[in-house]
């Protein structure tokens, strides 16, 4: 039975993630069962297409400009090189490729029009192409789906009340009003969040409580574990436990239980046991590659070697929506509109 519900309580979720730990574990693995196969899970790769020198405070951010932080921003790749490291990827197992750029939101012009380019490049390798280029207006949403966007990650991050302490350069109705935009389009919708940044557990039950209201729920969830980056504001945050991963990953299963779980940024500082735990809780994505965006994630070969150790098998690409169609740029019924879109800038002071 499809019990899919959006109307969770932030209490009843604060209840679920605070159960005894192995009641927690029996109930999430016996919904993932009877939604997933327990032993497939999705390896994406992550592709930072354009790295930092952000406008944005986000303060767990190492790509925010104002931080001073140790990374070596690009400017925009080429699809050529985007191209490269997509077929880099699917040789070594990966279904789908995420592209990060540091934007506040996507500008129309040249270099969105250069993703668009990128976007039917790797739709045509067969792979789930996704994207996360900040805030999109309607046009701009219905134009990567029109080159043959699977997916476009959007994170919510924490609970509303938590987030304006994270971020005062854009609000948390923003991010809502993006993901809409995105469901106006056959795009489906990944958005999760961070925890570890010095939330509560209400805010991290606020943040699944948002999620869960919307109505499809994500197709993708993504729970990433702060990486504390020296320089950014959150550069002393001691990092989770990982029972609090296993929490947060077993709960997001028992919220959304046909979504799929990502478990994202933070595994290098997991054991395989744990990693196990959450793969048992219901987590059925991980990232691969030896990079995130600009931080250390385990490599590839040691994570085949957990898969085969755990009996795990990559998920094929378009297992659980079909392949959309690309339009070639030529044919393409949809122009830009020069926009410019008047995005919130709520708490900011400079
Ligand atoms: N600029 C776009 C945006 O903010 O939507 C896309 C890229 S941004 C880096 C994507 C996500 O990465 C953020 O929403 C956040 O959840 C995650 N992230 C960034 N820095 C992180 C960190 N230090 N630890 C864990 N997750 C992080
Ligand atoms: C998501 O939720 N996590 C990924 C992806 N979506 C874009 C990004 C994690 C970034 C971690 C910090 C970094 O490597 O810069
Ligand atoms: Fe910019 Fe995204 Fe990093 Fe925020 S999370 S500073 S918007 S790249």
Not at 114 to 125: A, C, D, P, Y
């Amino acid at each position: 039975m499809n019990n899919k519900r959006h109307d969770w309580k932030t209490e009843e979720i604060m209840a679920i993630y605070k159960m005894p730990l192995m009641d927690l574990l029996y109930k999430a693995a016996s919904v993932h069962r009877e939604f997933h196969d327990p032993n497939i899970v999705q390896v994406a790769t992550l592709v930072s297409i354009k790295t930092g020198g952000c406008p944005e405070d986000c303060s767990y951010c190492p790509q925010a400009a104002r931080y001073n932080t140790d990374i070596t921003g690009n400017d925009l790749l080429s699809v050529q090189e985007v191209k490269k490291l997509a077929l880099k990827a699917k040789s070594s197992g990966s279904s789908r490729v995420c592209m990060g750029a540091a934007w506040r939101n996507v500008k129309d012009g040249e270099d969105f029009e250069q993703v668009l380019e990128m976007v039917r490049t790797i739709n045509k390798l067969e792979m789930e192409v996704c994207c996360t280029l900040g805030m999109i207006t309607e046009n701009q949403a219905k134009r990567l789906a029109e080159a043959g966007l699977y997916a476009y990650n959007h994170n919510l991050d924490s609970s509303e009340e938590y987030y304006k302490k994270v971020i005062s350069t854009r609000g948390y109705q923003d991010r809502l009003d993006t993901i809409k935009n995105v469901r106006k389009t056959n795009v489906t919708v990944c958005s999760g969040g961070i925890i570890g940044m010095g939330e509560k557990v209400a805010d991290r039950a606020g943040m699944l409580q948002a999620l869960s209201s919307l109505n499809p729920h994500p197709e993708s969830v993504p729970i990433n574990a702060l990486v504390p980056v020296k320089g950014t504001p959150l550069e002393a945050e001691k990092g989770v436990e990982v029972w609090e991963m296993i929490r947060m990953v077993a709960t997001t299963r028992i919220v959304m239980p046909t979504t799929q779980v990502r478990l994202s940024a933070g595994r290098t500082t997991m054991s395989r046991e744990g990693q196990a735990m959450c793969f048992f809780a219901g987590a059925n994505s991980i990232f691969t590659g030896d990079k995130l965006l600009t931080t250390p994630n385990p490599d590839v070969n040691e994570d085949m070697k957990m898969f085969d150790e755990l009996g795990l098998s990559p998920q094929k690409p378009f297992t659980k929506n079909k392949q959309p169609a690309t339009v070639e740029a030529e044919n393409s019924l949809l122009k830009s509109l020069d926009e410019k879109p008047k995005w919130s800038r709520p708490l900011h002071k400079i």
